[in-house]
């Protein structure tokens, strides 16, 4: 198993850290993996749900595009009010 050593931790970052290990009985390298562990899987996540809404974007097909207007018709159209 890799070992991971963390320098320059601020103070009050290591004091939540303790809190929160010595609430769920952990010690403070437990509890930072567990930690390390939701963030990752969250970010994970983020990009699959990110992925996911692309692909549904690109599938879905516009119908009848040519019929918008020109957006630079429309902003001249409104600075000329």
């Not at 963390?6 to 103070?11: G, Y």
């Not at 929160?20 to 567990?34: F, M, W």
């Amino acid at each position: 198993m890799a070992i991971l050593q963390v320098r320059d931790v601020p103070e009050e970052l290591y004091q939540a850290l303790s809190e929160l290990a010595k609430q769920d009985n952990r010690s403070i390298s437990q509890q930072t993996i567990v930690i390390l562990k939701q963030a990752l899987n969250y970010e994970e996540n983020k990009v699959k749900k990110r992925k996911r809404l692309l692909e549904k974007i690109r599938a879905n097909k516009i119908i009848n595009a040519d019929a918008f207007p020109d957006p630079a018709e429309l902003i001249r159209e409104d600075r000329d009010r």
